[in-house]
DNA sequence: CCGGTTCTGCGACCTGGTCGCATCGGTATC
DNA sequence: GATACCGATGCGACCAGGTCGCAGAACCGG
């Protein structure tokens, strides 16, 4: 939806950041996408629309609308990083095997956030790194 | 205790597998730092006793002793990859702020293992990837 | 102590990301 | 509209952490 687009373009207007084409791109690209998508897909995608844009302005462009709250990063395992909307949090899982990455059941750490707050003080951040594991296809034969 | 060193060496030889200064060096420093270790540690660690191992040779030994069973790395967050013997595996908990690294309660994540297997059949592997988050002392002041 | 095979040192390379700098161009103001 | 300011951009170099191909060294069974 284009007024998807518009409707954070605004958020961007009114928190003094200016919006340019590069940062059009990147959000058309996340909202088209609709799911994580890893930064270099963004970059792909981005210069798609906008040839001249450069990797470094992509990540520049995560960095800001991240420090905005728009978007959130998550680590699906290795180096790749991943970016989505904020408003659309999940857990991860991803198969080590096959790569695959799909969506957990919500509050799956629930109780075990709670314990470690208790027990250590520890504030966990569940979402912030994948699940890592092997998945049904991969595990049968 | 040096024939913890000798009994992995001699794992190695059992195996097939040489026993060479590189490797011993390598050992060495796990075994004494009795606890997980950066590459780039091991590598300072082992290079102060062999000082012309190879970057790259100590990461080869590292795959090796994982393909033997005897060490398993771990992953604390962003890049950095850490080290220890097997038989001390154990869950870490990373601090973002402070970098700091603790060890989990053991079997934190049993019932959360139960529970994805059985809805979607996904075997997760919990000790992979450490469990990040804010420590008690960087939340509170 | 010899031979064959495995390890090693070396340096180049790779991925994923960051930085400094000069320039460009949104935006507020007039 | 036109202007000017300052943030955003393009660019290429750089960085961390790790991997690879190769030629030569060295382990170890005989």
Redesign the pocket.
């Known amino acids: 939806m284009g007024h998807r687009v518009d409707d954070l373009l605004g958020t ?2 009114h928190q ?8 059009r791109a990147v959000i058309e690209a996340l909202v088209a996408a609709d799911g994580h998508l ?3 897909d963004l970059v792909d995608r981005a210069q798609r629309s ?1 040839p ?13 609308l991240e420090r905005l709250g728009v978007v959130v ?1 998550v ?1 699906l395992g ?4 991943a970016y989505h909307l904020s408003d659309d949090v999940h857990q991860h899982l991803v198969c080590e095997v096959c790569g695959d990455v799909t969506e957990a059941p919500p509050r799956l750490f629930d109780a075990v956030a709670r314990r470690l707050l208790q027990s250590d003080g520890f504030a966990m951040r569940p979402y912030h790194f994948a699940v890592v594991g092997e998945c049904a296809r991969c595990q049968d034969p």
């Open positions: 961007l207007r003094g950041e200016r919006v340019t084409p590069a940062r890893g930064a270099e906008v001249s844009v450069h990797r470094a302005t992509i990540y520049r462009t995560l960095d800001t990063h680590h290795h180096g790749r990083a």
